[in-house]
């Protein structure tokens, strides 16, 4: 009995140490978290039929990154940062496609950076701000980037312009009733689309991000969307990340789960009730074959 007295104990020392860790778990911060003095940014590849690597600070970042694809969010110190973007499988830096261009992260910050071509059809970059502030109560946010080789362009809603003369390397932002939007892109000062009509939603509290990249000469524009949500006047999430095409955003919370906490909490006193319950029986039953054999054990009474 003093074996299974010793067991019990020793379970009693697994449970609570269990039941601690589950405790731990719920006091952990949330894994999308970020701290005010970090920053967020994307990346996303608008050069036509050209796969290519992303480096930052020479470190090899992004292999292989596909046109129209985007990367991250990768939550990141502020401070300033190279980025260059070489051909698929290059060794280094040495030989760039694009850049390096120094990206500047404030703290707080959440932030995209294009690789691109210039009006010209030149390969660039371009480092975008998103806006990640409060959006009235059944409003969305509509943020649309010129990101191709074309002039200047409209971007039309429901046929109509909302967006005029909008030139490459410049976006322009909207705070719309949340709904779905039917969006296209045309040249500036005229209705017939470039490209589009889209269904774009505009959710209530996300930026919807669209992009118009590509070439119209070589007849390749595409559009892009990205989304930022969290934005509610009283937040009830946080800056995610991108829709279609790569993971949500992080940003600023609590830093911890109160759910979590009141879960692994309850799960501690469960835990530590059936170690209480199990330490006591044990008790009981070793008392009681102290009563029946005497100090000694059955083996001293036979003798």
Not at 139 to 145: A, I, K, Q
């Amino acid at each position: 009995m003093e074996r299974t007295a010793r067991r019990s104990a020793a379970l009693v020392g697994v449970t609570a140490f269990a039941a601690l860790g589950l405790s731990a778990v719920g006091l952990a911060p949330s894994a999308t978290a970020s701290t005010d003095d970090g920053a967020v940014l994307s990346v996303m590849h608008g050069v036509p039929d050209t796969p290519v690597d992303v480096w930052v600070d020479d470190e090899l970042t992004v292999d292989d990154f596909e046109p129209g694809d985007m990367a991250g969010p990768l939550d990141l110190p502020a401070g300033t940062y190279s980025v260059a973007i070489t051909a698929p499988d290059a060794e280094d830096t040495s030989e760039p496609v694009i850049g390096p261009v120094d990206l500047d992260l404030e703290a707080g910050g959440n932030y995209t950076a294009v690789a691109h071509l210039d009006a010209d059809g030149a390969p660039t970059a371009t480092l975008f701000t998103n806006d990640t502030s409060a959006t009235a109560a059944g409003d969305g946010r509509l943020t649309v980037r010129h990101v191709a080789a074309a002039p200047a362009v409209d971007v039309l809603a429901g046929g109509e312009p909302v967006v005029s003369g909008l030139e490459n390397s410049d976006d322009e932002t909207l705070d719309l009733p949340a709904g779905t939007v039917s969006a296209a892109v045309a040249a500036a000062g005229s209705t017939d689309p470039l490209l589009g009509p889209a269904d774009v939603e505009v959710a209530e509290g996300v930026n919807t991000i669209a992009y118009a990249w590509g070439s119209l000469d070589d007849d390749t524009l595409a559009l892009a969307t990205q989304t930022v949500d969290g934005l509610h006047s009283s937040p009830d999430g946080v800056p995610a990340g991108v829709s279609g095409l790569a993971a949500g955003f992080d940003a600023p919370d609590s830093g911890f789960s109160s759910t979590a906490l009141l879960t692994g909490s309850a799960i501690v006193g469960l835990f530590l009730v059936i170690a209480t319950v199990m330490l006591v029986k044990a008790a009981r039953e070793h008392a009681r074959e102290h009563r029946t054999h005497g100090p000694a054990g059955p083996d001293a009474r036979r003798r």
